[in-house]
């Protein structure tokens, strides 16, 4: 029993699809789409899952927390990732179509702030990344924050941020801009990944992205939800408690509940010690506490 789904409204409906396959071999595909933030672990778990219910195939795609979202609506997948919840205006919009959006927390995400390693700066603050990112902001360049960056021409911020119709565009902007608009001028990019590469190449840049895509060559700024305050680090524990200040749950809705079939299976899974030792794997904070191994 998945206990923590909730019906945001309208009627349930059934989902996945059974496919005949050869010899009457009755397969079933699951159409899982959306984040980003969540593809690696999606098809992680896609991965993985083959080795317990073989009969049943997970079809893993990006492009968004938006596009899984539309996708879900509009009946073209059975679960639909995403990194924010949906809109009002997504959950009636669904109703109308027949659908249910039922949500399912399957782990936290603490949305890291990426800086190049050379730059000096190691501490920031919410209302700081308001005045770099907000529209009418004070900080467009580095000295505005009180540093020189080594190897950044002219000291001119560049702004990595993600697409619109990203769920991290959504929260950051929400968390950190409030009703503000993004500065003009950001470089948006499709992917998680490609925020901190791009980061990791630019000595000027500043980007925000999943905990989970950081490495050993970009630095994440430790942050505070007040200047002069005390900072917190992003960590998969400080995701999960809740003490880091843009920490997120990661979420997937199905259209209904899906009592007893493929994907309720498979979302039981998720929500197993395998399933959660995965995402744990992946760079993630679990949704439940688990204990996991090198054999998990």
Not at 23 to 43: F, L, Y
Not at 233 to 247: C, L, M, S
Not at 279 to 291: L, R
């Amino acid at each position: 029993m998945l206990n923590s789904r909730n019906v945001a409204t309208g009627l349930a409906v059934v989902v996945g699809v059974s496919l005949a396959g050869c010899g009457g071999e009755h397969r079933q595909i699951i159409q899982e789409k959306g984040s980003d933030t969540m593809v690696n672990v999606a098809q992680a778990w896609a991965e993985a899952y083959q080795t317990v219910e073989p009969a049943v195939t997970v079809a893993v795609s990006g492009g968004g927390s938006g596009t899984g979202i539309a996708a879900l609506i509009n009946g073209t997948a059975d679960i639909a990732n995403s990194s924010r919840e949906l809109h009002p205006d997504e959950v009636v919009q669904a109703t109308k179509n027949g659908h249910a959006p039922v949500s399912l927390i399957v782990g936290y995400d603490a949305l890291a702030v990426y800086l190049h390693p050379d730059n000096p700066i190691d501490t920031l603050s919410k209302e700081q990344l308001a005045t770099i990112y907000g529209n009418g902001g004070s900080a467009t360049h580095w000295t505005d924050l009180g540093v020189e960056v080594p190897g950044c021409k002219d000291q001119e911020i560049v702004l990595i941020s993600r697409q619109n119709n990203s769920g991290t565009y959504e929260y950051f902007r929400e968390a950190i801009l409030g009703k503000r608009d993004f500065r003009l001028g950001t470089l948006d990019m499709h992917g998680s990944r490609e925020v901190v590469d791009l980061v990791e190449n630019t000595p000027c840049a500043i980007g925000y992205s999943g905990l989970a895509y950081a490495t050993d060559r970009v630095k994440m700024a430790c942050l505070a939800a007040e200047t002069g305050g005390s900072c917190i680090n992003p960590t998969e524990e400080t995701a999960k408690d809740g003490t880091y200040p843009i920490a997120r749950p990661l979420l997937m809705y199905t259209s209904g509940r899906p009592w007893g079939g493929a994907v309720d299976r498979y979302l039981d899974w998720i929500m197993s010690d395998a399933g959660q030792c995965i995402i744990m794997q992946q760079g993630y904070a679990p949704a439940t506490n688990v204990g996991c191994d090198s054999s998990s």
